[in-house]
Nanobody, 116 residues
């Protein structure tokens, strides 16, 4: 499975970014797997940000609920993370993730920096 994340960058506090992750070389149908976004700041652990299952049911961690929106386009094997009202503490490398047949796959990460 290949995961290609993109969309990171430098943004001012209060700004927005949209991350994308394209999944390829899967053997399971994409619309049957749960997909997640995680993030990791320097010196900190990697934390779950949001998840979406094959049916579109979503979960958000408290620190992003109401500001971030996860969505998926099953026809494009793509998951998105719309990030609004960004704060400096959202600065991190963001990783997309899924589990296929019990194996965990991670994208290489895309850097999000929130700074004035």
């Amino acid at each position: 499975v290949q995961l290609q994340a993109s969309g990171g960058g430098l943004v001012r506090p209060g700004g927005s970014l949209r991350l994308s992750c394209v999944f390829s070389e899967m053997t399971q149908n994409f619309d049957t797997v749960d997909v997640d976004w995680y993030r990791q700041a320097p010196g900190k652990r990697r934390d779950l940000v949001a998840s979406v299952n094959g049916g579109g049911f979503t979960h958000y961690e408290d620190f992003v609920r109401g500001r971030f929106t996860i969505s998926r386009d099953n026809a494009k094997n793509t998951v998105y993370l719309q990030m609004n009202s960004l704060k400096s503490e959202d600065t991190a490398t963001y990783f997309c993730h899924l589990v296929e047949w019990g194996v965990h796959y991670w994208g290489k990460g895309t850097q999000v920096t929130v700074s004035s």
